[in-house]
T-cell receptor, first 117, second 114 residues
Framework: GAVVSQHPSRVICKSGTSVKIECRSLDFQATTMFWYRQFPKQSLMLMATSNEGSKATYEQGVEKDKFLINHASLTLSTLTVTSAHPEDSSFYIC?????????????FGPGTRLTVL | AQKVTQAQTEISVVEKEDVTLDCVYETRDTTYYLFWYKQPPSGELVFLIRRNSFDEQNEISGRYSWNFQKSTSSFNFTITASQVVDSAVYFCALSSSGYSTLTFGKGTMLLVSP
Protein backbone atom coordinates (compact mmCIF):
# COMPACT_ATOMS: atom_id res chain seq x y z
CA GLY A 1 0.00 0.00 0.00
CA ALA A 2 0.87 3.73 -0.02
CA VAL A 3 1.98 3.93 -3.64
CA VAL A 4 2.46 7.30 -5.27
CA SER A 5 3.04 7.69 -8.99
CA GLN A 6 4.30 10.60 -11.05
CA HIS A 7 3.98 11.28 -14.73
CA PRO A 8 6.03 11.89 -16.74
CA SER A 9 9.20 10.46 -15.27
CA ARG A 10 11.34 12.54 -17.58
CA VAL A 11 10.62 15.55 -19.75
CA ILE A 12 12.70 17.74 -22.01
CA CYS A 13 11.20 20.98 -23.22
CA LYS A 14 12.17 24.21 -24.89
CA SER A 15 12.60 27.41 -22.97
CA GLY A 16 9.34 29.33 -22.71
CA THR A 17 7.01 26.35 -22.80
CA SER A 18 4.89 25.06 -19.93
CA VAL A 19 5.18 21.60 -18.45
CA LYS A 20 2.61 19.76 -16.37
CA ILE A 21 3.58 17.05 -13.89
CA GLU A 22 0.97 14.75 -12.36
CA CYS A 23 1.14 13.15 -8.94
CA ARG A 24 -1.29 10.38 -8.03
CA SER A 25 -1.86 8.36 -4.89
CA LEU A 26 -2.79 4.98 -6.30
CA ASP A 27 -4.17 3.04 -3.37
CA PHE A 28 -5.11 5.62 -0.78
CA GLN A 29 -6.74 8.99 -0.40
CA ALA A 30 -4.30 11.76 0.32
CA THR A 31 -5.35 14.64 2.54
CA THR A 32 -2.27 16.53 1.64
CA MET A 33 0.23 16.43 -1.18
CA PHE A 34 3.63 18.08 -1.23
CA TRP A 35 5.89 19.23 -4.03
CA TYR A 36 9.65 19.28 -3.71
CA ARG A 37 12.53 20.05 -5.99
CA GLN A 38 15.97 18.58 -5.68
CA PHE A 39 19.14 19.81 -7.34
CA PRO A 40 21.99 17.35 -7.97
CA LYS A 41 23.63 16.12 -4.79
CA GLN A 42 21.42 18.28 -2.63
CA SER A 43 18.56 17.69 -0.24
CA LEU A 44 14.89 18.10 -1.02
CA MET A 45 13.48 21.61 -0.90
CA LEU A 46 9.79 21.92 -0.17
CA MET A 47 8.08 24.10 -2.75
CA ALA A 48 4.46 23.94 -1.67
CA THR A 49 1.87 22.07 0.34
CA SER A 50 -1.40 21.24 -1.35
CA ASN A 51 -4.69 20.28 0.28
CA GLU A 52 -7.55 18.91 -1.77
CA GLY A 53 -10.02 21.59 -2.77
CA SER A 54 -8.04 24.54 -1.45
CA LYS A 55 -5.22 26.75 -2.62
CA ALA A 56 -1.69 25.55 -2.19
CA THR A 57 0.59 27.05 0.41
CA TYR A 58 3.90 28.06 -1.10
CA GLU A 59 7.22 28.24 0.68
CA GLN A 60 9.08 31.50 0.84
CA GLY A 61 10.87 32.28 -2.38
CA VAL A 62 8.72 30.00 -4.56
CA GLU A 63 6.82 31.91 -7.23
CA LYS A 64 3.19 30.82 -7.17
CA ASP A 65 2.55 32.22 -10.64
CA LYS A 66 5.39 30.21 -12.06
CA PHE A 67 4.68 26.94 -10.28
CA LEU A 68 0.94 26.38 -10.51
CA ILE A 69 -0.43 23.68 -8.28
CA ASN A 70 -3.86 22.15 -8.59
CA HIS A 71 -5.18 19.54 -6.19
CA ALA A 72 -8.47 18.59 -7.76
CA SER A 73 -9.16 15.37 -5.93
CA LEU A 74 -7.94 13.24 -3.03
CA THR A 75 -5.77 11.24 -5.40
CA LEU A 76 -4.41 13.78 -7.87
CA SER A 77 -2.29 16.88 -7.71
CA THR A 78 -0.61 18.62 -10.63
CA LEU A 79 2.34 20.97 -10.82
CA THR A 80 2.63 23.17 -13.89
CA VAL A 81 5.91 24.92 -14.53
CA THR A 82 4.92 27.90 -16.64
CA SER A 83 7.27 29.53 -19.14
CA ALA A 84 10.05 27.21 -18.14
CA HIS A 85 13.66 28.36 -18.30
CA PRO A 86 16.92 26.42 -18.04
CA GLU A 87 17.26 27.33 -14.36
CA ASP A 88 14.01 25.43 -13.72
CA SER A 89 15.75 22.22 -14.74
CA SER A 90 15.63 19.99 -11.70
CA PHE A 91 14.23 16.82 -10.19
CA TYR A 92 10.68 17.38 -8.99
CA ILE A 93 9.26 14.99 -6.42
CA CYS A 94 5.79 14.82 -4.97
CA UNK A 95 4.62 13.12 -1.82
CA UNK A 96 1.28 12.34 -0.24
CA UNK A 97 -0.02 11.71 3.25
CA UNK A 98 -2.77 9.26 4.12
CA UNK A 99 -6.08 10.87 4.86
CA UNK A 100 -7.07 8.67 7.74
CA UNK A 101 -3.95 7.08 9.12
CA UNK A 102 -0.34 8.05 9.62
CA UNK A 103 -1.02 11.61 8.59
CA UNK A 104 2.52 12.54 9.53
CA UNK A 105 4.12 10.08 7.14
CA UNK A 106 4.76 11.15 3.59
CA UNK A 107 5.01 8.64 0.78
CA PHE A 108 7.01 9.80 -2.20
CA GLY A 109 6.56 9.44 -5.91
CA PRO A 110 9.42 8.36 -8.19
CA GLY A 111 10.15 11.91 -9.29
CA THR A 112 10.17 13.78 -12.59
CA ARG A 113 13.39 14.96 -14.15
CA LEU A 114 12.81 18.20 -16.02
CA THR A 115 15.35 19.50 -18.50
CA VAL A 116 14.72 22.87 -20.08
CA LEU A 117 16.79 23.60 -23.18
CA ALA B 1 12.86 26.47 14.07
CA GLN B 2 13.51 22.86 13.27
CA LYS B 3 16.79 21.55 12.00
CA VAL B 4 18.21 18.18 11.02
CA THR B 5 21.94 17.65 10.74
CA GLN B 6 23.56 14.75 8.94
CA ALA B 7 27.22 15.50 9.41
CA GLN B 8 28.44 12.65 7.22
CA THR B 9 28.28 13.73 3.61
CA GLU B 10 29.62 10.50 2.16
CA ILE B 11 30.57 7.12 3.57
CA SER B 12 32.33 4.31 1.74
CA VAL B 13 32.41 0.78 3.09
CA VAL B 14 33.17 -2.66 1.80
CA GLU B 15 30.42 -5.23 1.60
CA LYS B 16 29.61 -7.00 4.88
CA GLU B 17 30.86 -4.12 6.99
CA ASP B 18 28.50 -2.52 9.49
CA VAL B 19 27.85 1.17 9.01
CA THR B 20 26.10 3.81 11.13
CA LEU B 21 24.56 6.94 9.69
CA ASP B 22 24.24 9.79 12.14
CA CYS B 23 21.31 12.15 12.53
CA VAL B 24 21.01 14.97 15.05
CA TYR B 25 17.90 17.11 15.25
CA GLU B 26 16.71 20.33 16.85
CA THR B 27 13.13 21.18 17.71
CA ARG B 28 11.22 23.07 20.35
CA ASP B 29 8.21 20.80 20.03
CA THR B 30 7.56 18.19 22.68
CA THR B 31 5.76 15.95 20.23
CA TYR B 32 7.41 15.24 16.94
CA TYR B 33 8.24 12.49 14.46
CA LEU B 34 11.53 11.33 13.04
CA PHE B 35 11.96 9.56 9.73
CA TRP B 36 14.56 7.87 7.61
CA TYR B 37 14.22 7.67 3.83
CA LYS B 38 16.42 5.94 1.28
CA GLN B 39 17.02 7.44 -2.16
CA PRO B 40 18.66 4.96 -4.56
CA PRO B 41 20.14 6.17 -7.85
CA SER B 42 16.72 5.85 -9.50
CA GLY B 43 15.62 8.85 -7.45
CA GLU B 44 12.54 7.59 -5.65
CA LEU B 45 12.47 8.14 -1.90
CA VAL B 46 11.70 4.96 -0.02
CA PHE B 47 10.20 5.25 3.44
CA LEU B 48 12.17 3.23 5.99
CA ILE B 49 10.93 4.18 9.44
CA ARG B 50 8.83 6.63 11.44
CA ARG B 51 9.38 7.13 15.14
CA ASN B 52 7.43 9.40 17.47
CA SER B 53 9.07 11.38 20.22
CA PHE B 54 7.46 9.39 23.01
CA ASP B 55 8.82 6.08 21.84
CA GLU B 56 12.50 5.73 22.58
CA GLN B 57 12.62 2.02 22.02
CA ASN B 58 15.22 1.02 19.54
CA GLU B 59 13.95 -0.78 16.50
CA ILE B 60 15.38 -3.54 14.38
CA SER B 61 14.15 -4.60 10.98
CA GLY B 62 16.30 -7.23 9.38
CA ARG B 63 19.75 -5.72 8.80
CA TYR B 64 18.50 -2.25 9.72
CA SER B 65 18.38 -0.85 13.23
CA TRP B 66 17.66 2.57 14.65
CA ASN B 67 18.86 4.12 17.89
CA PHE B 68 16.74 7.01 19.16
CA GLN B 69 18.14 8.99 22.08
CA LYS B 70 16.23 12.08 23.18
CA SER B 71 18.98 13.02 25.63
CA THR B 72 21.35 13.68 22.75
CA SER B 73 18.67 14.53 20.15
CA SER B 74 19.94 11.80 17.90
CA PHE B 75 18.29 9.20 15.71
CA ASN B 76 21.06 7.08 14.24
CA PHE B 77 20.64 4.37 11.64
CA THR B 78 22.82 1.26 11.46
CA ILE B 79 23.05 -1.17 8.59
CA THR B 80 24.55 -4.50 9.58
CA ALA B 81 26.47 -6.58 7.03
CA SER B 82 26.06 -3.98 4.32
CA GLN B 83 25.35 -5.01 0.74
CA VAL B 84 25.95 -3.32 -2.59
CA VAL B 85 22.20 -2.74 -2.91
CA ASP B 86 22.37 -0.54 0.17
CA SER B 87 24.26 2.07 -1.86
CA ALA B 88 22.04 5.14 -1.86
CA VAL B 89 21.56 8.53 -0.29
CA TYR B 90 19.88 8.32 3.09
CA PHE B 91 17.87 11.20 4.46
CA CYS B 92 16.84 11.80 8.04
CA ALA B 93 13.77 14.02 8.49
CA LEU B 94 11.69 15.61 11.24
CA SER B 95 8.09 16.78 11.49
CA SER B 96 5.93 18.23 14.22
CA SER B 97 2.92 16.29 15.35
CA GLY B 98 -0.22 17.26 13.48
CA TYR B 99 1.68 19.29 10.92
CA SER B 100 3.19 17.01 8.38
CA THR B 101 5.77 19.25 6.73
CA LEU B 102 9.12 17.53 6.79
CA THR B 103 12.43 19.11 7.57
CA PHE B 104 15.14 17.11 5.81
CA GLY B 105 18.79 16.73 6.58
CA LYS B 106 21.25 17.13 3.72
CA GLY B 107 21.57 13.41 3.28
CA THR B 108 24.41 10.92 3.57
CA MET B 109 25.59 9.13 0.47
CA LEU B 110 26.51 5.53 1.27
CA LEU B 111 28.66 3.64 -1.19
CA VAL B 112 29.05 -0.07 -0.58
CA SER B 113 31.74 -1.72 -2.66
CA PRO B 114 31.88 -5.44 -3.43
Amino acid sequence: GAVVSQHPSRVICKSGTSVKIECRSLDFQATTMFWYRQFPKQSLMLMATSNEGSKATYEQGVEKDKFLINHASLTLSTLTVTSAHPEDSSFYICSASHRLINTDTQYFGPGTRLTVL
Amino acid sequence: AQKVTQAQTEISVVEKEDVTLDCVYETRDTTYYLFWYKQPPSGELVFLIRRNSFDEQNEISGRYSWNFQKSTSSFNFTITASQVVDSAVYFCALSSSGYSTLTFGKGTMLLVSP
